[in-house]
């Protein structure tokens, strides 16, 4: 009945009863908590506290960015610690034979998504020596193959130069899948192997700088450009995190890992095993899109630091991955050209090498000569 209606406030209803805080004590808690982060923070930024495991320290991301400007590189948005050519791009060192990348990101001249009816098209895959690091645009072993080429059949082929500086396997692998196939190559050479066999980089990006550390990181542990690595960089660089991480290392069983990697005994980029596995990742990719594939082997000069460490630790890491990518291409029927033995006279290594790998014009020429046959064939 209406006379027996009764009032009640929200806290007197019956069988409701307020949940004491609520809300207010959530972003009570959350405030404490973070006045407490800053005050331990401060009191470690002004007591100098640094803890950084092997060894490691910070550095500015622009200093590792400026190292790829002069190279016409950018930071790859899907592998925050690769690279990938910037378009249009000015690589000014080495200061010999600047150039510029084309607005597709490739050296020479632009093309289009599409090769023109008729047309053979042709991608060159590989690293700095695919480049034509040091060579002039017309010295490369890219335009020469186009050149010759040219001669043989004019307007049927198209080659174009998608060698990126410092690139391995692994990065020309998820170049080719992400960037090289949407132009739709009728076929594809490949050549990888000095920057496999390297000394893995102790870099890893870690928010808005890069981690420097004693143990190199190989290419595949490499980090993605996840949201949760990120912010681990960012909490990387507070003190408390530091201390946090001080405290956790201390405990028995967790300081392995953290000491630098001994003299003579590198971490390696890429190992000659996952070397293999993109190598034959890449043909199998390449065959599944219906696309021809090409490789050759890397050469290396013949008499510039032989004998002399750790060059010479290069050089047989140099041979053994080229009798891998050989070992590779007979196993799957891929057309190899063995470049070593066209390259390795020692009284023609001054004009057929710029450095200890990258070939001039001479050396290029006898690559695009023996790639041509293969092409026409």
Not at 21 to 41: D, P, S
Not at 47 to 59: R, V
Not at 243 to 257: C, D, H, R, T
Not at 344 to 365: C, I, M, Q, Y
Request: glycine share 10%.
């Amino acid at each position: 009945m209406k006379g027996d209606t009764q009032r009640y406030s929200r806290g007197q209803i019956p069988g409701h009863t307020r949940k004491p805080g609520g809300v207010k004590t959530v972003l009570f808690a959350v405030a404490a908590i973070g006045l407490l982060f800053l005050l331990i923070e401060s009191v470690l930024w002004i007591a100098g506290f640094e803890f950084t495991p092997g060894g490691t320290t910070l550095l500015r991301s622009e200093d590792v960015i400026s190292h790829w400007t002069i190279r016409g590189l950018v930071r790859d948005p899907d592998l925050p610690w690769s690279w990938m050519p910037s378009p249009g791009g000015h690589v000014s060192a080495p200061v010999e034979n600047p150039f510029y990348y084309n607005r597709q990101g490739f050296r020479g001249p632009a093309v289009t998504e599409h090769p023109e009816p008729g047309v053979t098209r042709i991608v060159c895959l590989g690293d700095s020596c695919t480049l034509g690091w040091g060579a002039a645009d017309s010295h490369t072993w890219s335009a020469q193959l186009q050149q010759l080429l040219d001669d043989w059949s004019p307007g049927q082929f198209q080659v174009i130069n998608a060698g990126v500086s410092g690139f391995s396997s692994f990065q020309g692998l998820h170049y080719l899948k992400t960037r090289l196939l949407e132009y739709h190559p009728d076929m594809v050479i490949v050549s990888f192997n000095w920057n496999d066999h390297g000394d893995a980089p102790d870099t890893v990006p870690a928010g808005s700088g890069w981690i420097k550390g004693g143990r190199g990181v190989p290419d595949a542990d490499q980090p993605s450009g996840s949201a949760v690595f990120r912010m681990q960089g960012v909490l990387a660089r507070t003190r408390t995190y530091q201390l946090l991480k001080k405290g956790v290392m201390a405990l028995p069983g967790k300081s392995e890992g953290t000491e630098p990697v001994e003299s003579g005994s590198p971490t390696l980029r890429v190992s000659p095993e996952n070397y293999r596995t993109n190598m034959a990742v890449i043909i199998d990719m390449c065959r599944d899109h219906g696309i021809r594939i090409m490789a050759f082997t890397q050469a290396a000069n013949p008499v510039l630091h032989r004998g002399i460490e750790p060059w010479q630790t290069y050089y047989s890491l140099q041979d053994e991955y080229n009798a891998v990518l050989l070992d590779l291409c007979r196993e799957k029927s891929v057309p190899c050209t063995d470049t070593v033995p066209l390259l390795s006279d020692p009284d023609r290594a001054e004009t057929l090498f710029l450095d200890h790998v990258h070939k001039r014009k001479t050396g290029n020429e006898i690559i695009a000569g023996a790639l041509r046959e293969r092409v026409i064939l």
